[in-house]
């Protein structure tokens, strides 16, 4: 992954809800985790699918779904196209000289029936909850914005690829970009209001959540000691007894409260590897060992030597997955009838062939926060 700019399209919608953020995090090393990691290693894996048709090694079966149904996806949009991934991009202000730079996942270019050039734009999401739709997604914008301004385009059609969204939530969503103007001066007025010595600090999760300043940010701070405070001082009463608009608030400050504890834990964890093994009373203990089989054929027929164990016997001890399932069927359909078939359509072909064999089950739904941090 290339270096981010302060101002590039991830950063956009933290840019414009809190102004002071920028200032704040400017010179802070880009954070780590287990989730990051991750989304690196599958964006590495999608483009070299995308580009070489390879699934590199190392890949879980879950995660080689992942990136069957992403590429899928991505595919299916860039028909006719040749796929550009992992493509730096810049915006420009509107005197020609550099707003932001960001890349782009996936970029796709072609000419409309006018002769005028049109292009897609694709972001891969790996998270499981849903994100905003490209229409309301400020990183998508941000993106369309510096495609046009890069391929100069007439219209970019943003794409957002999420294959782990919620069963019944859309996996792939899109909107077309075609206001350049609007966008060219919303994205000056964000980075104008960012500039200001005192721009302003406004917490919020939305805003807070990946922002490198969060330990050292004040504002950040004052939030999530609340509730710290209140369990430390044992001054809260039953939580069945709160009102809803206090219940409601104490949960969003608690959210802060929550993520300060997490990176403790990580930084505890850190030291305590460091140390030998403990730190500050805390003993480091042994992590759980994960076993798993990738080859699910040769284990049938090693297994086989051992036990006289038949197939249907083994299947009962394996799992479908149906994302690659529907991946590969895909592709079946499509060199068998020599063009390609929507991934709603396969959907629609595998739900209906397999009927009752599929079932349904839906975990409990993730809170999304549509109020506002009271004082």
């Not at 083994?314 to 020599?338: I, R, W, Y």
């Amino acid at each position: 992954m290339s270096e981010h700019h302060e101002m590039g399209p991830s950063a956009q919608h933290r840019r414009r809800k809190c102004p002071g953020s920028r200032n704040m995090e400017l010179g802070m090393p880009d954070k780590t985790s287990s989730d990051a990691a991750e989304g690196t290693m599958l964006h590495t894996a999608c483009e070299a699918k995308l580009l070489y048709g390879d699934m590199p090694p190392g890949l879980t079966q879950e995660q080689q779904s992942v990136v069957h149904v992403a590429v899928e996806f991505a595919k299916h949009h860039l028909e006719g196209m040749t796929p550009l991934a992992e493509r730096r991009v810049v915006a420009l202000h509107s005197d020609g000289s550099p707003l932001f730079f960001g890349t782009a996942d996936v970029i796709g270019v072609t000419l409309n029936a006018n002769d005028e050039s049109w292009g897609i734009v694709a972001d891969y999401k790996f998270g499981r909850d849903p994100v905003d739709a490209p229409v309301d997604n400020d990183q998508m914008a941000a993106l369309a914005l510096a495609c046009h301004d890069t391929f100069g385009l007439a219209a970019v059609k943003a794409l957002i690829i999420q294959p782990r969204a919620p069963w019944g939530e859309e996996r792939c969503r899109e909107y077309t970009f075609t206001d350049w103007g609007a966008l060219r001066r919303h994205f000056m007025n964000v980075d104008a209001a960012c500039r200001e010595p005192d721009a302003p600090l406004v917490p919020g999760w939305s805003q807070c959540h990946y922002c490198k300043a969060f330990e050292v940010c004040p504002a950040a701070k004052n939030v999530r000691e609340a509730p710290i405070l209140q369990v430390m001082n044992k001054s809260l009463p039953a939580v069945c007894d709160l009102p809803d608009d206090v219940l409601a608030n104490f949960y969003r400050r608690w959210k802060f409260a929550e993520k300060y504890a997490n990176e403790v834990k990580q930084e505890l964890k850190g030291r305590a590897e460091s140390n030998g093994g403990t730190c500050g009373g805390w003993e480091l203990g042994k992590g759980a060992e994960e076993r798993k089989v990738e080859d699910i054929i040769g284990a049938r027929e090693r297994i086989g030597g051992v036990a006289p164990i038949t197939s249907q016997e083994f299947m009962a001890c394996a799992s479908l997955s149906l994302p690659k399932l529907e991946a590969m069927v895909k592709t079946l359909l499509d060199v068998s009838s020599k063009q390609k078939t929507s991934m709603a359509k396969v959907k629609e072909l595998v739900a209906e062939c397999l009927g009752d064999l599929i079932t349904y089950t839906r975990k409990d739904g993730s809170l999304k926060d549509k109020g506002v941090l009271a004082p």
